[in-house]
């Protein structure tokens, strides 16, 4: 141990999640206030003053452990925490006046009151302040609805939701389970999630979030905020930032004899905002109270006290008016933490409480960083305006037992049964296979058809997940949410194998099934076709095994080896490769069915039946093979960029992730590519246009040449100014001109089928001109990202409906690293409206 680390063991209090990081980050902080002037924490502490490390020191091992002074500065230094003071809206202006009137009126332990949590009913809970009548808030996962509680609904997960690609799906699931925790009293809902954003393939909780692309997770993040806040839930947007993996996600996690640190992913400023950052923009956007910080390190510092992103991005860029909470357990300092911009740790007082206060009145921490902490949190729950008496009381518990427990689930089950349909993506239907006319007689295969039969060993968490075990490829039952603190406790399970019953027995018809062979072999003469039903299991605190296995696969093989209508349907928490059976011939429709909820299997029926035709699209692309995602498989081991104790991920591949990766890579085709999913009718897409957008300001935007309406046959330059406008003050969710749409472009979308009423989801795609060095470098502009999305219909057969895409400014802008700031790029933008990553139907282009 060093010395540094040696004089801070005295001091590290007896708390949950000690660690290296915290003498780290000490030091660190050290390191800045010293930069700055005298170190208040060193001579506040009386420490024999420390002696300053280099940052350009070499790692060293000195002792136990390994020196960390050389990851020093790695991340800049943000300082001080900007002071909150709600200049977003009127809304947020009220809520700030009056949180200031109360928190003036506050002792220094009533401050720090509400900075911490307590043991409790909620998974968090403040700290109250009854002289003045304010009552502990509650923390609840999340984020798929109430987690843990009885007679709250299992919702979709976010992946599912994702998959939709319905923003108007995504704003009521957002309200329905809003009014889920408002019904239990919960005053803060620990999601939406778009950290994990899906990087790593075999990524654990990817399935949380909505899905491996930033503009898609945007726009769900901003919807379900929307929707929880509408209901007067706070809404907390998690984890900022980089949590891409769960292998050594958090310190002594997955470590050699449980000593280490967590993996640091190393980001540049360019592929930071433009692919994490942003979605989490549009929660801020949508007024998001609250953003919880992950357990990882970014740039080699613990994202919980990594000032950059905290004080900088988040705080400054972003203009945020909330509260940052921290992971369970994960704060690794004190007062560096406090300084770097975090507000709130849980679930305990972890080190700050008493601390705090000390650390508060010998100057470690300055008065109004408290006074700010405390500000931000009366602040969020005065602008979710939850201090008017109507807020109902808590009614949830440990373990989710209650003698009377309080029914939230009103008419969800009908919104969870349409998500659980428009998210079931169609992957493979030949022959006429599905819809499904009538069948008289169906076969049905593969433990996924029932429910688990013995799901609740912890009635707080369905179906186990860490918990239980971590590395299960497939869950031994219907799979409808995934493992872990994401995980729903539903309140019944529709299994497929009971709504295909019901669905059967009102058609007169007749059911056989094998859930249990791994070969069945009984084949029946009169059977119109064999249901095969497998899963792919995730959960959190560990990446997947695979993202596909073996008694599965064998299983639809086995099948369709005889049964010449093989239905497959995939219940999965991300992707699930299906190569091995794919192109057999007798495998002759394929389901993609998520995550759906509790009214998996009746969701499931209305595809297979034709009542609603599929339009859900794939949120991620699903590879030929393990190997063609390259190094976006699995997670990182941390080596050999870091090393065993120091892990380190330098993220390589910048913004290609997911389909981007595809795209630069054109030797490695897709089987199935983001964005992709078929219908039982066909679609044809016409008459791409492109206008200024009407809310330009005269003189804003200027269009060059005139384009014929109908094509892009001509180029058209608009002349936009190439940054923001400096004088313009920021507003939580950052500059309000990144908001403004500059352009709209519209087509015609008509269903060519004769048949089937059906819904298309059109998809607008840009391509960014790549800067002239990126023209001889390394390309780091992706070839297309997408920047619009509009589910059209339903369209009967013939019908013709539009659609429109909004282009913002920062749709159509890079971040500049220079400049630190988005900045549109001169010249040749390329747009391209399709259905899906690769089949894209029409395309243009223009200039800026
Ligand atoms: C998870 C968070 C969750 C928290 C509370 C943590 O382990 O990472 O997402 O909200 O626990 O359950």
Redesign the pocket.
């Given at each position: 141990m060093n010395h540094l680390s040696s004089l801070y063991e005295q001091l590290r209090p007896p708390t949950s999640l000690p660690g290296p990081g915290y003498f780290a980050d000490q030091a660190k902080q050290v390191v800045f206030s010293m930069k700055g002037a005298v170190s208040l924490l060193c001579a506040a502490a009386s420490l024999p003053l420390c002696s300053l490390p280099s940052t350009t020191q070499h790692h060293e091992s000195n002792g136990q452990h390994p020196s960390e002074l050389p990851y020093y500065g790695l991340s800049p230094p943000i300082y001080p925490t900007p002071v909150a003071n709600g200049t977003s809206s009127s809304r947020w202006s009220s809520a700030y006046q009056h949180a200031l009137s109360l928190t003036s009126q506050m002792t220094p332990f009533e401050l720090q009151n509400l900075t911490r949590g307590y043991p409790g009913p909620c998974?968090?809970n403040t700290g109250a302040i009854p002289r003045l009548s304010i009552p502990p808030l509650c923390?609840y996962?999340?984020p798929t609805g109430v987690r843990g509680q009885e007679l709250a609904s299992a919702f979709p997960a976010g992946i599912h939701l994702a998959a939709t690609w319905d923003s108007d799906l995504m704003y009521r699931y957002g309200r329905a389970v809003g009014a889920e925790y408002r019904g239990k009293g919960v005053n803060i809902a620990?999601g939406p999630?778009a950290g994990p954003l899906g990087r790593v393939a075999k990524g654990g909780r990817n399935w949380e979030g909505l899905g491996s692309d930033p503009y898609l997770a945007g726009v769900g993040m901003g919807k379900i905020v929307e929707g929880v806040q509408g209901e007067g839930v706070i809404a907390t947007a998690?984890?900022f930032l980089l949590n891409e993996q769960e292998y050594r996600r958090r310190w002594g996690q997955d470590a050699p004899g449980g000593e280490g640190h967590a993996i640091s992913a190393n980001v540049g400023d360019r592929t930071l905002r433009e692919a994490y950052v942003w979605p989490f923009m549009d929660a801020l956007k949508a007024g998001a109270g609250a953003v919880?910080c992950g357990?990882n390190r970014a740039n080699h510092s613990y994202a919980c006290q990594n000032s950059k992103l905290l004080n900088g991005v988040l705080k400054t860029e972003l203009g945020f008016e909330g509260f940052v909470v921290s992971?369970?357990d994960?704060q690794m300092s004190g007062v560096a933490s406090a300084n770097s911009g975090l507000d709130v740790v849980?679930?305990r007082d972890g080190l700050w409480g008493e601390k705090l206060m000390e650390a508060v009145k010998n100057g470690s921490v300055a008065e109004e960083r408290l006074n700010d902490m405390a500000t931000r949190v009366l602040a969020a729950w005065l602008y979710a305006g939850q201090d008017d008496g109507t807020y109902p009381p808590v009614g949830v518990a440990p373990g989710g037992q209650l003698p009377d427990p309080v029914d939230v689930q009103e008419d969800h089950a009908d919104l969870i049964r349409e998500i659980g349909a428009a998210g079931t993506v169609l992957v493979k239907n030949v022959n006429g296979t599905l819809p499904l006319t009538k069948p008289k007689f169906l076969a049905v295969y593969g433990y996924d058809a029932i429910v688990k039969s013995t799901p609740w060993e912890n009635p707080d968490r369905y179906g186990g997940g860490y918990d239980v075990n971590r590395g299960w490829t497939t869950f031994n039952g219907t799979l409808i949410t995934g493992g872990?603190?994401?995980s729903s406790t539903p309140p019944y399970v529709v299994s497929p194998f009971e709504a295909l019953s019901h669905r059967v027995r009102a058609d007169r018809g007749m059911l056989r099934w094998d859930f249990h062979s791994a070969n069945p072999s009984q084949q029946y003469l009169n059977a119109d076709a064999c249901l095969v039903f497998i899963n792919a299991y995730a959960s959190?605190m560990s990446d997947r095994p695979a993202l596909s296995d073996a008694f599965s696969d064998d299983l639809v093989a086995n099948i369709a080896s005889w049964c010449s209508q093989t239905i497959v349907v995939v219940h999965s928490a991300g992707i699930r490769l299906v190569d091995p059976w794919i192109s057999h011939p007798n495998v002759t429709a394929v389901l993609m069915a998520g995550l759906p909820g509790q009214e998996s299997g009746n969701s499931l029926v209305d595809i297979l039946y034709g009542d609603v035709n599929p339009s859900g699209r794939l949120p991620y692309t699903i590879a030929k093979r393990e190997s063609d995602y390259g190094t976006l498989l699995n997670p990182s081991t941390g080596q050999p960029d870091g090393d065993e104790f120091f892990p380190e991920d330098n993220f390589p591949e910048g913004l290609h992730i997911d389909y981007r990766y595809f795209d630069r890579h054109p030797g490695i085709t897709p089987r199935f590519e983001f964005g992709f999913g078929l219908s039982y009718t066909t679609f044809s897409y016409s008459d791409l246009e492109i206008y200024v957008s009407s809310n330009i300001a005269p003189g804003g935007g200027v269009e060059e040449t005139m384009m014929p309406s109908s094509s892009f046959a001509a180029t058209t330059r608009f002349r936009f100014p190439e940054l923001p406008d400096p004088d313009t003050p920021i507003k939580q969710g950052g500059h309000p001109d990144l908001w403004e749409t500059l352009l709209v472009v519209r087509c015609s979308v008509e269903n060519t089928g004769d048949k089937y009423e059906g819904s298309e989801v059109a998809q607008l795609y840009v391509g960014i001109p790549p800067s002239d060095e990126e023209e001889e470098d390394e390309k780091e502009t992706p070839v297309r990202q997408l920047r619009g999305f509009k589910r059209v219909g339903p369209l009967a057969p013939g019908e013709e409906g539009g659609a429109e895409f909004a282009l913002t400014r920062r749709d159509l802008s890079v971040w500049d690293v220079e400049v630190q700031q988005w900045r549109l790029r001169r010249g040749e933008y390329k747009v391209w409206v399709g259905a899906s990553s690769r089949d894209l139907r029409l395309s243009g282009t223009f200039e800026i």
């Open positions: 998974v968090g923390f996962d999340g620990l999630l998690k984890h919880m357990y992971d369970w994960g849980m679930p872990g603190s994401g959190e």
